[in-house]
T-cell receptor, first 117, second 116 residues
Framework: GAVVSQHPSRVICKSGTSVKIECRSL??????MFWYRQFPKKSLMLMAT?????????EQGVEKDKFLINHASLTLSTLTVTSAHPEDSSFYIC?????????????FGDGTRLSIL | AQTVTQSQPEMSVQEAETVTLSCTYD???????LFWYKQPPSRQMILVIR??????QNATENRFSVNFQKAAKSFSLKISDSQLGDTAMYFC?????????????FGKGTTLSVSS
């Protein structure tokens, strides 16, 4: 079946470091991928929509200069948390639809647990 | 704007029993999709079941079934013969139809605990 791979699964780094998270669709092409953030025991909050070959669409309140998104190919989107601070610590998870049609369910990566010291 | 409401933050059930998780939503769209996702302690997001709004028949996947009431904008999940492995956080989600590249809108989730 369709699989979305997310890497790394866990990152611990010092404040001020930039961290890159990759999201890959392994056996299908995804023109659109989504990045979510999740706090413990809370729901997934959409951060941005990643569009292949064009700029990402950010949700209100999400700093685009803080959370850089690149979707350079049909199988890879990256989220870079720039100059990370402890308040950026969270669980980040990506998803991709199986096809361009909206009737396809989204498949999720396994998430990245980011801890900023 | 679309909203999804899950009014039960926590639920508990004994093994082999049946439990129903509630979900209501609000939308002005006539065509859309509804989903239930499961997130166990591993934090993987697992699709449990989905329903197309234009279909009147309730979706069923093995022990999981939904009660979809379009007029009432209600989409509850029934888990029959509960198993310990069903322990997880369950999210109800909404997605517009006929619009490629649309994100899911999630409810706040219900934490389900299944005990022996």
């Amino acid at each position: 079946g369709a699989v979305v791979s997310q890497h790394p699964s866990r990152v611990i780094c010092k404040s001020g470091t930039s961290v890159k998270i990759e999201c890959r669709s392994l056996d299908f092409q995804a023109t659109t991928m989504f990045w979510y953030r999740q706090f413990p025991k809370k729901s997934l909050m959409l951060m941005a929509t990643s569009n292949e070959g064009s700029k990402a669409t950010y949700e209100q309140g999400v700093e685009k200069d803080k959370f850089l998104i690149n979707h350079a190919s049909l199988t890879l989107s990256t989220l870079t948390v720039t100059s990370a601070h402890p308040e950026d610590s969270s669980f980040y998870i990506c998803s991709a639809g199986l096809g361009s049609g909206s009737n396809q369910p989204q498949h999720f990566g396994d998430g990245t647990r980011l801890s900023i010291l | 704007a679309q909203t999804v409401t899950q009014s039960q933050p926590e639920m508990s059930v004994q093994e082999a029993e049946t439990v129903t998780l509630s979900c209501t939503y609000d939308t002005s769209e006539s065509n859309y999709y509804l989903f239930w996702y499961k997130q166990p302690p591993s934090r993987q997001m697992i699709l449990v079941i989905r329903q197309e709004a234009y279909k009147q028949q309730n979706a069923t996947e093995n022990r999981f079934s939904v009660n979809f009431q379009k007029a009432a904008k209600s989409f509850s999940l029934k888990i029959s013969d509960s198993q310990l492995g069903d322990t997880a956080m369950y999210f109800c989600a909404f997605m517009k139809a006929n619009q490629a590249g649309t994100a899911l809108i999630f409810g706040k989730g219900t934490t389900l605990s299944v005990s022996s």
